[in-house]
């Protein structure tokens, strides 16, 4: 068993994802304690049986280390590597799809001509008319129960701009080179792509009328289609690319199950309201 000190050294390249693949290629020196694990044969199958979590704590030029071809420590370590090759191809395929699909992005591109409508979709996705349209329907609701749909829509809503201005500033992901950046009414975190804030409203928001406005069929399929022409139009404007929206889809379904277990109650307001006054 590894002293603590020595499996710091097995570690010392960097995080398991980058040395995934320099490790077992960096074979030409390996640190003398590990010399020694490798040429040992108990130690070797003591190695060996190990759990997985344990063998990638220690480094692996045991084995392959002394020319015998790739060990299953091997394989094991370039696990991560192959996750990270998985992750650049799929971003080099969002980035790819998304430049092919950015159609409107100004009125040059070659479905230019269509970019109105799509700005108009972007407006009706935007945080100002929802939080404006709930604090109205707020006021002019004369039914308790109403009030208390409107109220807790008006804080699914801020909870949305706070979340996604969060992952925003932490993930920090650029927007696509071909958008304009000409938006209106943005906040400084709104110049990064990732979530796609419109994508992660369209979706809770979606999720709130339909669970608390009796709609017709008719209805609940169009506010679905809004919902999805919402997303597309972001990467159409050249605004985010795919996996933006995609996430902020799956975040905002996500952000309205969170607006459930938090739902104000009229109990919870009375008390409230009853603190305030
Ligand atoms: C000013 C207010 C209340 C909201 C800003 C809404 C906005 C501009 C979000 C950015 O959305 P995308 O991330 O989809 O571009």
Request: glycine residues 10%.
């Given at each position: 068993?590894?002293?603590?000190?020595?499996?710091?050294?097995?570690?010392?390249?960097?995080?398991?994802?980058?040395?995934?693949?320099?490790?077992?290629?960096?074979?030409?020196?390996?640190?003398?304690?590990?010399?020694?694990?490798?040429?040992?044969?108990?130690?070797?199958?003591?190695?060996?049986?190990?759990?997985?979590?344990?063998?990638?704590?220690?480094?692996?030029?045991?084995?392959?280390?002394?020319?015998?071809?790739?060990?299953?420590?091997?394989?094991?370590?370039?696990?991560?590597?192959?996750?990270?090759?998985?992750?650049?191809?799929?971003?080099?395929?969002?980035?790819?799809?998304?430049?092919?699909?950015?159609?409107?992005?100004?009125?040059?591109?070659?479905?230019?001509?269509?970019?109105?409508?799509?700005?108009?979709l972007e407006v009706s996705g935007h945080?100002?008319?929802w939080?404006?349209?709930?604090?109205?329907?707020?006021?002019?609701?004369?039914?308790?129960?109403?009030?208390?749909?409107?109220?807790?829509?008006?804080?699914?809503?801020?909870?949305?701009?706070?979340?996604?201005?969060?992952?925003?500033?932490?993930?920090?992901?650029?927007?696509?080179?071909?958008?304009?950046?000409?938006?209106?009414?943005?906040?400084?975190?709104?110049?990064?792509?990732?979530?796609?804030g419109h994508a992660?409203r369209a979706?809770?928001c979606?999720?709130?009328?339909?669970?608390?406005?009796?709609?017709?069929?008719?209805?609940?399929?169009?506010?679905?289609?809004w919902?999805?022409?919402v997303?597309?139009s972001?990467?159409?404007?050249?605004?985010?690319?795919?996996?933006?929206?995609?996430?902020?889809?799956?975040?905002?379904?996500?952000?309205?199950?969170?607006?459930?277990?938090?739902?104000?109650?009229?109990?919870?307001?009375?008390?409230?309201?009853?603190?305030?006054?």
């Amino acid at each position: 068993m590894p002293s603590p000190k020595a499996k710091n050294a097995g570690r010392s390249g960097g995080s398991p994802v980058l040395g995934g693949l320099a490790k077992p290629l960096n074979r030409s020196s390996p640190p003398q304690h590990l010399q020694r694990q490798g040429s040992d044969p108990t130690t070797a199958r003591l190695r060996a049986s190990e759990s997985p979590t344990r063998r990638r704590g220690s480094n692996s030029s045991t084995g392959s280390a002394s020319g015998q071809g790739p060990s299953e420590e091997d394989g094991i370590r370039l696990n991560p590597s192959l996750i990270r090759v998985s992750l650049s191809s799929l971003l080099a395929i969002d980035l790819w799809l998304s430049k092919r699909l950015g159609v409107c992005a100004c009125e040059d591109s070659s479905c230019g001509s269509v970019r109105p409508l799509m700005k108009l979709l972007e407006v009706s996705g935007h945080g100002i008319p929802w939080l404006v349209g709930a604090a109205y329907c707020l006021y002019k609701s004369d039914s308790a129960a109403g009030q208390e749909v409107m109220l807790n829509l008006l804080m699914g809503l801020l909870l949305d701009l706070i979340l996604v201005g969060f992952v925003k500033a932490v993930v920090r992901r650029r927007r696509p080179a071909h958008n304009q950046m000409d938006m209106f009414a943005t906040f400084s975190v709104d110049r990064y792509s990732f979530p796609s804030g419109h994508a992660t409203r369209a979706a809770m928001c979606g999720r709130f009328l339909l669970a608390h406005l009796v709609l017709a069929p008719p209805l609940r399929v169009l506010v679905v289609l809004w919902v999805g022409l919402v997303g597309l139009s972001r990467v159409l404007l050249g605004r985010h690319n795919v996996t933006d929206v995609l996430f902020g889809f799956w975040m905002g379904y996500c952000q309205y199950n969170l607006v459930e277990m938090m739902w104000l109650s009229p109990q919870t307001l009375q008390g409230l309201l009853g603190q305030l006054a």
